[in-house]
């Protein structure tokens, strides 16, 4: 595999940043704004201001992580001698580095004082250049520092091209191959770049020295900016459309029973009306219908049916000579926010379409990103905009726009169109006027309702529960036979008993597949050594047949113990309102407060990981009676991990009824002392805490581009911290007593694990290495140090005003100053709505409130003990409150 020619990766960030410079700097260069502001928002002066400087900083950051800026500074670390003992060229371009940051940076400063000087009501700037001019720089001064960027391109593409002149010489002399193979859609942009140019410059005999060969090279340097432009812009895109638990759901559904669903593949199911005969059709019924009672198995079914080979044929019978486009999402209620909305929906079924078009048999150009958001891109291309969060309006009219390709077919298979929770009415309508086109086929499921019976009154439909009464007896039939307390009773009766028994359970069902699992599970597990099958008969007949009935039924049954285990458990995934994994959900249902504080910083052995996840499972297989359940997220092509376990209701029915009917979960024992000092806030910040301190190394991950990353990833101290400090204040809202040990025993940890790491970590801080010297004479953005050192850095950014009174005093002076100073720096390197990264999204809105409160009085206390000498100063007040 060819490497990338060091120098060219320091050009490239060098140019890019020259390029959206002297861009932003032109009259002629103007500020795009959305052509459907239904869609995408008008942007307004302050927002792009601040995208140009986040995209400033970006490229500041990336020219101090290029390979051969490392190179020289671990070089320099070493001696100043071998750092010089670099090439010509490459020493050229590292000056060249200095000179583009310093010049940078002033420019990041400007840029800050004109969204300073702005206010709400100001008409919208056209372009850049007139925010600058609104009393920040004199013409002069903007058009010298244009000049100074052309002057500082020349001079780089000097030097690069004697950098590639000289590697290309090298390489010849010492017979090294200088191309890599043949190109394909998997081949990086810059190694095609670099292939061309090297065989350019070889062909050409271009020479660094001969300013007309410098001048078509510059045509090269061009199609690299744009190279590199196109290839940020779509990982970006890739990467706001992925998410992590995009396939959770799907991976989490089980196999049917052995031979279940074998009739969709029948004769019958050919006929016309069936499934398979929908497949194949070309009459315009472009929606099929999969719906059923709760827990029937639709969505067992739909996993059945997605992507199985034998359905390959009949969906090549109707795309004909097109080429076939497949893709689904399985919604799911329990989940995270993004698995349950009709948000998340899109962007995964957006993500992997394209991800198929560009990398699949197809080789689809990766031009289709941009011209799928168009408005994306040009924002992107005017003022680094179009890098948002993705909006339902916009994933829409995208949705739309994918579909539109009358060369292609694409047929989509959608589960649990019941589980969403945002845009259910505009989710259908999309679904519908999408399904008018004849290149697309919608497989839906869901619950039946009013408002579906209406919806698909006239298309064709699956009703599930009256195709699977066979496959209930054979999993039925199959669970008895397998059953050993059952071979004990066997020689006592013929056998037409268990046959009964089965054929009841299976009578009862009504083609519930839920029905028929918690009924079996309660039945043989109720078993007792005199126990014979007229007595099992006899329960049998006792099962109500309604699923509502039966869970009351089961509940009515179980031993007050059992039911408390399952009121704590049904608490804790209620306060949390998602499907948690495993470990953490160990940690909040065992934890206590004092061993949580008291417990040591270290990673858990794999002997404790497994404990634990043996306890759990021994939990809910034997006190949950099959309404609670672990689920393994693991994807089919990896080894299972006790990282993909999750906790969650057997099934979502038996949620809805426990929400519905909450008094049936009380028992005498929730009276207890005991029992009312459990509390789900209190022991899910310990489960946080916990977290926090047993965090391990960073492994490899699966990425955006669905491949695992090959280096190690930073520490991921955040997520933990973020939701500890989250239940910390939840908990302070509750007691109104401030949780300040556990706070600080959470900062503590969270500072202590980063400046461990050796990979890094994702806490607030921005790379120390961006800081260069400004031409202002003011406290410069790029240099106001933003490096993490202590618990009270994180204290001051995030604003936690009641710790900053508590712990202010007994802080030493120059801490108190560093945490402001970094506070500072941070916020004005955020910019506006910066503080997104780190405090968006569900689960973080305390955190988000506290940050966007006052700091005047809290600063005002830091600065005051801050100073070296307090004699005369009145010391600031800020109430201290009541702590635990």
């Not at 001696?79 to 940051?101: G, N």
């Not at 200088?178 to 350019?200: C, I, P, R």
């Amino acid at each position: 595999m060819l490497r990338p020619i060091p120098a060219v990766g320091l050009a490239s960030a060098l140019v890019q940043t020259i390029d959206f410079s002297i861009n932003a700097l032109r009259k002629d260069h103007p500020i795009f704004q959305p052509s459907s502001p239904s869609t995408t928002p008008f942007v307004e002066n302050a927002a792009f201001l601040q995208d140009i400087i986040h995209n400033l900083y970006r490229l500041t950051d990336l020219i101090d992580h290029s390979e051969l800026k490392e190179l020289y500074d671990e070089k320099s670390a070493k001696s100043a001698k071998a750092a010089k003992k670099l090439s010509e060229a490459a020493l050229q371009l590292l000056k060249h580095a200095d000179l583009v940051k310093e010049l940078t940076a002033s420019f990041i400063d400007a840029v800050i004082a004109a969204q300073e000087k702005g206010k709400f009501g100001d008409p919208r700037w056209p372009t850049a250049r007139e925010a600058l001019l609104n009393g920040v720089w004199k013409k002069a001064h903007l058009t010298g520092v244009k000049k100074r960027y052309r002057a500082l391109r020349r001079d780089i593409e000097t030097s690069l091209l004697l950098a590639m002149r000289q590697y290309l010489d090298q390489s010849i002399e010492t017979g090294l191959a200088l191309f890599s193979g043949e190109e394909g859609v998997h081949t990086k942009h810059w190694e095609k770049w670099q292939n061309q140019t090297l065989d350019m410059i070889h062909s050409n005999d271009w020479k660094s020295n001969k300013k007309k060969d410098v001048e078509e090279f510059s045509k090269q340097v061009d199609a690299l900016i744009q190279a590199e432009n196109e290839a940020y812009f779509r990982a970006t895109i890739f990467d706001r459309l992925w998410f992590e638990e995009m396939d959770e759901r799907l991976n989490s559904i089980p196999a049917p029973v052995d031979g279940g669903f074998e009739w969709v593949f029948g004769d019958a199911s050919r006929q016309v009306g069936g499934l398979l005969e929908w497949f194949t059709n070309t009459r315009g019924e472009e929606i099929y219908w999969l719906t059923g009672k709760p827990g029937s198995g639709k969505t067992t079914l739909m996993k059945h049916l997605f992507r199985n080979p034998r359905l390959f044929p009949h969906l090549e019978a109707w795309s004909g000579q097109l080429p076939g486009i497949t893709s689904g999402f399985f919604l799911w209620n329990s989940g995270t926010e993004p698995q349950k909305s009709s948000v998340g929906l899109l962007r995964a079924i957006i993500y992997e379409t394209l991800q198929d078009l560009i990398f699949g048999p197809l080789e689809e150009d990766g031009i289709i990103v941009q011209n799928l958001f168009s408005d994306r891109w040009n924002a992107f291309l005017s003022y680094a905009g179009g890098l948002h969060e993705f909006n339902f309006p916009e994933l829409k009219a995208a949705f739309e726009g994918l579909v539109s390709d009358a060369k292609k077919k694409f047929f989509f298979m959608i589960d649990g169109l019941d589980e969403t929770e945002d845009y259910p009415k505009e989710l259908m309508d999309l679904v519908f006027s999408t399904a008018r086109r004849d290149n697309v086929k919608f497989l839906l499921s869901a619950r039946s309702s009013p408002a579906f019976q209406s919806a698909f009154e006239n298309k064709p439909r699956m009703m599930l529960e009256e195709y699977t009464k066979d496959d209930i007896h054979t999993y039925l039939a199959t669970t008895f036979n397998m059953e050993a307390k059952l071979q004990a009773l066997r020689g006592k009766m013929d056998g037409e008993e268990e046959s009964t028994i089965v054929r009841v359970l299976a009578e009862k069902s009504s083609g519930v597949f839920l029905w028929a699992q918690l009924a079996t599970k309660f039945l043989l597990e109720n078993l007792e050594p005199d126990s014979d099958f007229l007595i099992l008969k006899d329960r049998a007949d006792a099962l109500p047949y309604i699923l509502d009935d039966l869970l009351a039924h089961i509940l009515s049954k179980l031993a007050p113990e059992d039911i408390e285990v399952i009121n704590k458990l049904h608490n804790l995934l209620s306060h949390q309102n998602t499907c948690p994994a495993i470990l953490p959900f160990s940690f909040a249902y065992t934890a206590e407060t004092p061993a949580t504080l008291a417990a040591d910083v270290r990673p858990l052995t794999a002997v404790e990981i497994s404990k634990r996840v043996e306890d759990m499972q021994a939990l809910t297989q034997q006190r949950c009676k099959g309404l609670l359940s672990i689920f393994d997220t693991t994807p089919s092509d990896q080894h299972a991990s006790f990282e993909s376990l999750r906790m969650s209701y057997a099934h979502r029915a038996i949620r809805d009824y426990f929400l519905a009917y909450p008094g049936l979960l009380q028992t005498s024992l929730s009276n207890t002392s005991e029992e009312n000092n459990w509390n789900p806030a209190q022991q899910w910040a310990n489960a946080h805490l916990w977290l926090l301190k047993t965090l391990s190394p960073p492994t490899t991950k699966r990425s955006s581009n669905g491949n695992t990353n090959s280096k190690t990833s930073t520490l991921h101290v955040w997520t933990p911290l973020s939701s500890a400090l989250e239940s910390s204040l939840e908990l302070h809202i509750a007691t109104n007593k401030f949780p300040l040990t556990y706070i600080d025993a959470a900062l503590t940890t969270a500072i202590f694990l980063a400046l461990r790491s050796e990979t890094g970590h994702d806490l607030p801080q921005y790379a120390s290495s961006s800081h260069v010297a400004s031409t202002s004479t003011t406290p410069s953005a790029s240099t106001t140090p933003t490096t993490l050192t202590t618990p009270l850095d994180l204290a001051v950014l995030l604003n936690l005003t009641a710790y900053i009174a508590l712990k202010a005093k007994t802080t030493d002076r120059r801490e108190v100053r560093h945490a402001l100073d970094y506070s500072r720096g941070m916020r004005k390197r955020m910019g506006v709505g910066g503080e997104e990264v780190w405090l968006s999204g569900r689960g973080r809105e305390r955190l988000k409130k506290e940050f966007e409160k006052g700091r005047q009085d809290g600063e005002a206390l830091l600065e005051y003990y801050a100073k070296a000498v307090r004699f005369g100063v009145s010391k600031p007040e800020l109430e201290a409150p009541e702590w635990v």
